[in-house]
């Protein structure tokens, strides 16, 4: 028995969870798991993780018992050229949920969650053949973070104590509502995503490898790609992993 154990019974189906005290990364273990054949639904969380892992290869830190880290398997019915968008859905079921604690969660494109400016929670997708691991990690009722680190946690800003199985399957009941609808209805997720863009109409840079690109945040297009107006002129720039936007 843990604290997670209270809301499994009012996980959707397919979701049901398995929790380990410590592993490298949830999205390692899950994906071994995927590839010997585990159903779609599973969630792994961990209290701990030795190797926890953020997008463009940086290391995730999560506090031991305050931070939630876990990772959902996923096997979309929609067709895999489609597989992209689940990114930016993760992070509209994440900001959804943590508006529950606290009074908006914006998304920075693709998929970090922000509350007052600040970071409180990363996403990082990745697909096999024919599943897909969504792993995400949230700043609970962290206090302390590492030096430079811009980041905050739902305890900090609401003042509050949160139970983190709560957080858990509030943000699970959205997932479920919205990954069936990334092909045949995204044009209702992207709404979402757009309500709560971060830095619209901000000077922004988009940074890659060796490559920076200046211009002005316009909002997010139909296939969730970025509009950048570079000098009134707008640009399309579509998710890649080494993708960085950074506010000027
Ligand atoms: C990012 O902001 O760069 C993404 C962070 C993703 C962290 C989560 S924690 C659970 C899962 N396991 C990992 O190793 N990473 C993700």
């Known amino acids: ?66 931070g939630l880290a876990f990772s959902v398997l996923l096997k979309p019915v929609a067709a895999k050229a489609f597989w992209y968008r689940l990114a930016l859905t993760a992070g509209l079921a994440v900001a959804e949920a943590l508006e529950s604690y606290v009074p908006l969660a914006e998304i920075k494109w693709p998929n970090d969650v922000l509350v007052n400016n600040k ?26 973070f590492p030096d430079g680190l811009n980041a ?23 997932l479920g509502n919205y990954v069936n609808r990334i092909e045949s209805d995204f044009e209702s997720i992207l709404e979402g995503i757009r309500e709560r863009c971060a830095m619209v109409d901000c000077e922004v840079t988009m940074k890659s490898a060796g490559n920076q690109k200046n211009g002005i945040l316009r909002g997010i297009g139909n296939e969730g790609e970025l509009l950048l107006d570079v000098k009134g002129k707008i640009e399309r720039i579509y998710q890649a992993d080494e993708l960085r936007l950074v506010e000027i």
């Open 1 to 66: 028995m843990n604290e997670f154990s209270e809301v499994a019974p009012f996980m959707p189906d397919p979701f049901r969870i398995l929790w380990r005290e410590k592993v490298s990364s949830t999205n390692d273990e899950l994906q071994k798991l995927a590839e010997s054949g585990m159903g779609e639904g599973l969630i792994l969380i961990s209290e701990e993780q030795t190797a926890g892992r953020g997008r463009r290869g940086a290391e995730w830190f999560c506090g031991k018992g305050d």
């Open 152 to 174: 905050t946690s739902l305890g900090k800003e609401s003042g509050n104590q949160v139970s983190r199985a709560d957080v858990l399957l509030k943000i699970v009941q959205r």
């Open 119 to 144: 970071k409180i929670a990363g996403i990082l997708v990745e697909a096999g053949s024919s599943y897909v691991v969504l792993g995400i990690g949230i700043n609970v009722n962290t206090m302390n």
